[in-house]
């Protein structure tokens, strides 16, 4: 899931922790909407994951550039505060 072009945008500053997302999907769409306002965003599985075939059901990482963490993370901050359209 890390692509060589975010590692270039990252690589002239540091990257920092920004969130913990569910699952696979929810961090995928953390790092759209991330990018939707210019923010590259790292992903990276943690837990036994690969060990079971497949990363899909873990946990995952979500890192960004430090300058633009408080950003990132109001932006991740309002996707976790929606309310559940199937209510």
């Known amino acids: 899931m890390i692509d060589p072009e975010d590692v270039a ?20 769409l953390w790092k759209q909407a991330l990018a939707d306002e210019g923010i590259v965003a790292l992903l990276k599985p943690i837990g036994a994951g690969p060990s079971f075939g497949t990363t899909a059901l873990s946990e995952y990482d979500v890192y960004v550039r430090e300058d633009q963490a408080d950003a990132a993370r109001a932006i991740v901050a309002e996707l976790s505060d929606e309310p559940d359209s199937t209510g």
């Open 9 to 28: 945008a990252l690589d002239a500053t540091g990257i920092v922790l920004i969130g913990r997302a569910a699952n696979e999907i929810v961090a995928s």
